[in-house]
């Protein structure tokens, strides 16, 4: 079954750290690759998306992320992370000949001032 | 943002009483869909729609039905609400001719007690 696995569930860093989330998904064909955010209390928002092209995508608020095909990743990265930036985040995939999208299960980002 | 309102966006129900949730959209996007969140397992597609009347099931739809009879509007029906689907729901829209990126409702709160 295709799926989203998203490695860290919960990630503490300080301000100005540099952070990185992991997202791997299984499936061999081509895919549409988004992260969004959830700020608490809110709804879910596009951070960064990937069709084709440029491997390394960049996102709203410094984010960036890097497609590697051959390993199935989408990991998304920031250098340096602000108190804002506490939120969870999602990596979803859809596969091109599908028309639904599977989240991973998310990543509780909190940091510290 | 988009323009995706969900009603209501609080409700609590009684074991076994039916409950509709609504989803409107002022984008004329073609996709619509359902999601559930609950603490540990992220997002969890429901159901989808992919057209006027046209409706797919999700991974969780057990005990839940849709329907889709304007563009605009996507019901969410609970037909016996259980102590299980007491969540907070998300209705999505997203067009692949504008970005293939979901856009997200502000999320109904449902407990069921």
């Known amino acids: 079954a295709q799926s989203v696995s998203q490695h860290n569930h919960h990630v503490i860093l300080s301000e100005a750290a540099s952070l990185e989330l992991g997202c791997n998904y299984s499936?061999?064909?081509?895919?549409?690759l988004f992260w969004y955010v959830q700020y608490p209390g809110q709804h879910l928002q596009l951070l960064l998306k990937?069709?084709?092209?440029?491997?390394l995508v960049k996102g709203i608020k410094g984010f960036e992320a890097e497609f590697i095909k051959s390993k199935f990743s989408f990991n998304l990265r920031k250098p340096s992370v602000q108190w804002s930036d506490t939120a969870e985040y999602f990596c979803?995939?859809?596969?091109?000949?599908?028309?639904?999208?599977?989240f991973g299960k998310g990543t509780r980002l909190h940091i510290l001032p | 943002d988009a323009g995706i309102t969900q009603s209501p966006r609080h409700k609590v129900t009684e074991t076994g009483t039916p409950v509709t949730l609504r989803c409107h959209q002022t984008e004329n996007h073609r996709y619509m869909y359902w999601y559930r969140q609950d603490p540990g397992h992220g997002l969890r597609l429901i159901h989808y729609?992919?057209?006027?009347?046209?409706?797919d099931k999700g991974e969780v739809s057990d005990g839940y039905s849709v329907s889709r009879s304007k563009t605009e509007d996507f019901l969410l029906t609970l037909e016996s609400a259980t102590s299980s689907q007491t969540s907070v729901y998300f209705c999505?829209?997203?067009?692949?001719?504008?970005?293939?990126?979901?856009?997200f409702g502000p999320g109904t709160r449902l407990t069921v007690t």
């Open positions: 729609s992919y057209g006027v009347k046209d409706t």
């Open positions: 990937y069709f084709s092209g440029d491997p």
């Open positions: 979803a995939v859809r596969p091109n000949r599908d028309d639904k999208i599977i």
């Open positions: 999505a829209i997203s067009d692949r001719d504008r970005g293939d990126e979901q856009y």
């Open positions: 499936y061999g064909g081509t895919v549409n």
